[in-house]
């Protein structure tokens, strides 16, 4: 006969639940293993190539360029887009793609290609605002187009003829139409002018060419002094005589 004192303690119900469903568990034969006997260790992964980057980027190219025709599109973004790379240098990979030379290249536009179109077309909106007539000029005369800024006729002031261009004071090939404007008074554009020889604004010399004013050169001729006589037969070649060099003293010759 056995003592009540020595009879284990009845289990709680939670724990019993636990331990009839252990006992009863019986695992799935097709059901894969969660922990492998032989677990192969994984491979690392080899680095692209240079030759395999290329033939990659080169096919990205290709496909930007193609979609870029269809949509109008930038085909540098669609490119970055799609490889992941920069577009620093997706811009070098497109343009020595075989499509950048065919007959696709009418049909989309590159970014610094959009960029001075869209300037342009500020510029031409500022400039149509104007009531009055306006005078484009340039630091030089043969500055390039987005260096030109565009003035109102009547900002122009002391229109004289020059062989000497603002600035540098360079000479030019033949007398150009030249007036005087402040540096910050433009409608539109910018011109070759730093500002770092004193605090702005500057009265400054500018040139005015007939290919820019044609609407205004009428206006221009009428309130500028007369051109001189000689100025279509004026060229460089006449203007400019090579210097003859000095020839060095033979040793021993008196």
Same mark, same amino acid.
Not at 77 to 80: C, E, G, H, K, N
Not at 120 to 130: K, P
Not at 139 to 144: C, G, V
């Given at each position: 006969m056995t003592s009540d004192l020595t009879a284990p303690p009845p289990l709680p119900v939670a724990q019993r639940s636990v331990l009839a469903d252990a006992a009863n568990f019986?695992?799935?034969?097709?059901a894969p293993d969660p922990h492998p006997a032989h677990r192969w260790p994984r491979k690392p992964k080899r680095p692209e190539t240079r030759v395999a980057r290329r033939a990659r980027l080169d096919r990205a190219a290709g496909e930007a360029i193609a979609r870029a025709a269809e949509t109008n599109g930038d085909p540098v973004?669609?490119?970055?887009a799609a490889s992941g790379a920069e577009a620093k240098y997706c811009d070098p990979i497109i343009r020595q793609h075989p499509l950048f030379l065919s007959a696709l290249r009418a049909r989309f536009l590159m970014p610094e290609e959009r960029?001075?179109? +869209?300037? +342009?077309?500020?510029?031409?909106? *500022?400039? *149509? *605002? +104007?009531?009055?007539?306006?005078v484009w000029v340039r630091?030089?005369?043969?500055?390039?187009r987005s260096r030109r800024a565009a003035y109102r006729i009547a900002d122009v002031s002391?229109?004289?003829w020059s062989s000497y261009s603002g600035g540098k004071r360079r000479r030019v090939n033949r007398p150009y139409l030249h007036g005087y404007v402040w540096c910050d008074a433009m409608i539109a554009g910018v011109l070759g002018h730093s500002c770092r020889h004193g605090p702005?604004?500057?009265?400054?010399?500018a040139c005015i060419t007939k290919i820019d004013n044609k609407t205004a050169w009428p206006e221009l001729e009428r309130v500028a002094p007369p051109a001189p006589d000689d100025l279509a037969s004026r060229s460089r070649r006449s203007r400019y005589k090579p210097r003859r060099r000095?020839?060095?003293?033979r040793p021993g010759s008196d």
């Open positions: 019986h695992p799935d034969p097709a973004a669609l490119m970055a960029q001075r179109l +869209e300037h +342009e077309a500020r510029m031409a909106a *500022a400039v *149509a *605002a +104007e009531p009055g007539p306006v630091r030089t005369f043969n500055n390039r002391r229109l004289h702005p604004p500057h009265h400054i010399k000095k020839r060095a003293a």
